[in-house]
């Protein structure tokens, strides 16, 4: 497993934008597939959205397509969700997930966490 460290959340009103970040403490993670999850209080682990090594993007919740965007910049080893026109219900923790492969595979094939980082967004 690797380590991953996210960074950038934090408390917006309704309608902000925030981008969080993820980057491995150790080992480059440009050949495979890296994701973003949340969770809600209450609610369990939801699939954001993922990326491929080379780019391709796929989302999960129909409530964060066209809001949401997922990128990675190779060079600098990590992955970003740009999260546009926030809402209260989109409050979470929101993590960081690697895969072991270069192809998506499904929300289930990510095998290395990070501790999460919280996105609070206030009415």
């Known amino acids: 497993q690797v380590q991953l460290v996210e960074s950038g959340g934090g408390l917006v009103q309704a309608g902000d934008s925030l981008r969080v970040s993820c980057a491995p403490s150790r080992r480059t993670l440009s050949s495979v597939v890296m994701g973003w999850f949340r969770r809600a209080p209450g609610k369990e682990r939801e699939f954001v959205a993922a990326?491929?090594?080379?780019?391709?993007?796929?989302y999960g919740a129909d409530s964060v397509k066209g809001r949401f965007t997922i990128s990675r910049d190779n060079a600098k080893n990590s992955v970003y969700l740009q999260m546009n026109r926030l809402k209260p219900e989109d409050t979470a923790v929101y993590y960081c997930?690697?895969?072991?492969?270069?192809?998506?595979?499904?929300?289930?094939?990510?095998?290395?966490w990070g501790q999460g980082t919280q996105v609070t967004v206030s009415s």
């Open positions: 997930a690697a895969s072991t492969r270069a192809n998506y595979l499904g929300p289930g094939d990510f095998r290395s």
């Open positions: 990326i491929t090594s080379m780019g391709d993007t796929i």
